[in-house]
């Protein structure tokens, strides 16, 4: 089991719907992340919260929204997918973004399916 | 983007033998970390090596870096089934907010 817990652990949604992915830690980290994964392929960044507030976002689609209400939770909200957008969808957490020596802490990820 | 390369992209080992799996990254770096992610599970963190370290043990795990040839390298020695796993490499930009993975190697420990 990980300390950061992921829902739901799978999701089918159509190309019109709207659907939110959710992230929680209670470890008193206050950097949290958002990473995207293909089969076979590495993890790949997509967005980083430091203290609740937005300090990176890779370029990646309007499509996909991060939020983050407090500092345990995060939320991925996701609208008009494509289905190359499939894939499974990693939230960590980490002590401080701006920690470099401080490990990620990932959930088990949801795994996205788009028809 | 990926950082960098790990080879073998595949590694299939009797039970007892050592495993090596090499890093390769393009950039200055804080540290170097190791993860490992079990089929369709998330990523756990191994060990993580700060770019003034050479060699740093765990347990079974034995990881090298290689500042002036940007590389890094994990041995898991005696390995067991249950090491079977993928492995990836992860290194940290020195503003420290990106954690960014190679490739990945993919073992395979037979019993």
């Known amino acids: 089991d990980t300390e950061v817990t992921q829902t739901p652990k799978h999701l089918v949604m159509g190309m019109t719907n709207k659907k939110s992915l959710k992230c929680e830690q209670h470890m008193g980290h206050r950097a949290m992340y958002w990473y995207k994964q293909k089969a076979k392929k590495p993890p790949e960044l997509m967005f980083v919260?430091?203290?609740?507030?937005?300090?990176i976002n890779e370029s990646v689609p309007s499509r996909f929204s991060p939020e983050c209400p407090n500092s345990s939770l995060l939320n991925l909200h996701l609208h008009a997918l494509q289905p190359e957008d499939s894939a499974l969808y990693l939230c960590?957490?980490?002590?401080?973004?701006?920690?470099?020596?401080?490990?990620?802490?990932f959930g088990n990820g949801t795994r996205l399916t788009v028809t | 983007s990926q950082q960098g390369e790990e080879d073998p992209q595949a590694l299939s080992i009797q039970e007892g033998e050592n495993a090596t799996m090499n890093c390769s990254y393009k950039t200055s770096i804080n540290n170097l970390q190791w993860y490992r992610q079990n089929s369709g599970r998330g990523l756990v963190h191994l060990i993580l090596i700060r770019s003034n370290e050479r060699e740093k043990h765990s347990g079974r795990l034995r990881v090298t870096l290689d500042t002036s040839k940007k590389s890094s390298s994990l041995l898991i020695t005696a390995s067991r089934a249950a090491d079977t796993a993928s492995y990836f490499c992860?290194?940290?930009?020195?503003?420290?907010?990106?954690?960014?993975f190679g490739a990945g190697t993919r073992l395979f420990v037979k019993a």
């Open positions: 992860a290194t940290v930009n020195t503003g420290g907010f990106k954690t960014i």
């Open positions: 960590a957490s980490s002590q401080d973004a701006g920690a470099p020596n401080s490990p990620l802490h």
């Open positions: 919260y430091s203290y609740e507030k937005l300090s």
